[in-house]
């Protein structure tokens, strides 16, 4: 069974610090997401990597993949409070045949930052 | 276009109504999915449509019965809810089912059993 662990659950930063979110998977994927979700909102996609030692960059956030530790960050830069959210990782489990199109959640780090 | 749109955006039933969630895509995805977020919990999958044929069904109970009627559409019937099934309901489509690249969500329908 694909379990997905992300820490810290909750992190609070103050504007300008830089911060690390891990997400840790536990079996073969070669699919790892990153959305945003904003309180009552739905999911944003930040992120999509899809093989080892991708590293995609967006304004402060720059997301990497290392599928032989089995390990994503997302590393935040000089944060702002625009990027108060909650993050999740998701992971696509690999089958014989390929990918079927389902994403196991890992659950979420509130982000809060603060000035 | 990356939009998915789901109605309507907030939901009320009983126990005993029978109510549809509907979600449209206009991106020529051929794999939509159905999502269950409880409130500060992760989305959890419930459904997936690949080429209008359900693929996974992750042992949802026969009260939700999905439905598919054409390559933009996704309905969710409800029937006969229970208090704990009140929650978020997300839509997402996708290009294929297999294929590597973003699922794209749609605003969800916010849904209370009374």
């Known amino acids: 069974e694909l379990k997905v662990e992300q820490n810290p659950l909750f992190l609070s930063m103050q504007e300008g610090k830089n911060y690390t979110i891990y997400c840790n998977y536990s079996?073969?994927?070669?699919?790892l997401y990153w959305y945003r979700q904003d309180p009552g909102k739905s999911l944003e996609s930040l992120f999509v990597l899809l093989s080892n030692g991708a590293v995609k960059q967006e304004g402060r956030l720059m997301a990497s993949l290392d599928t032989k530790a089995r390990l994503s960050t997302l590393h935040i830069t000089a944060a702002v409070h625009d990027l108060s959210a909650t993050y999740f990782c998701a992971v696509g489990p690999t089958y014989y045949g390929g990918s079927q199109g389902n994403l196991i959640f890992g659950k979420g780090t509130k982000l809060s930052v603060k000035p | 276009d990356t939009e998915v749109t789901q109605t309507p955006k907030h939901l009320v039933m009983g126990m005993t109504n029978k109510k549809s969630l509907k979600c449209e895509q206009h991106?020529?995805?051929?794999?939509m999915y159905w999502y269950k977020q409880k409130a500060k919990k992760p989305p959890e999958l419930m459904f997936v449509?690949?080429?209008?044929?359900?693929?996974i069904n992750e042992s949802v109970p026969s009260r939700f019965s999905p439905e598919c009627p054409n390559s933009s559409l996704l309905n969710l019937h409800l029937h006969a809810l229970q208090p704990e099934d009140s929650a978020l309901y997300l839509c997402a489509s996708s290009r294929l089912a297999t294929y590597e690249g973003t699922q794209y969500f749609g605003p969800g329908t916010r849904l209370t059993v009374l």
């Open positions: 449509y690949s080429y209008e044929k359900l693929s």
């Open positions: 991106m020529g995805h051929r794999a």
């Open positions: 079996t073969t994927s070669d699919r």
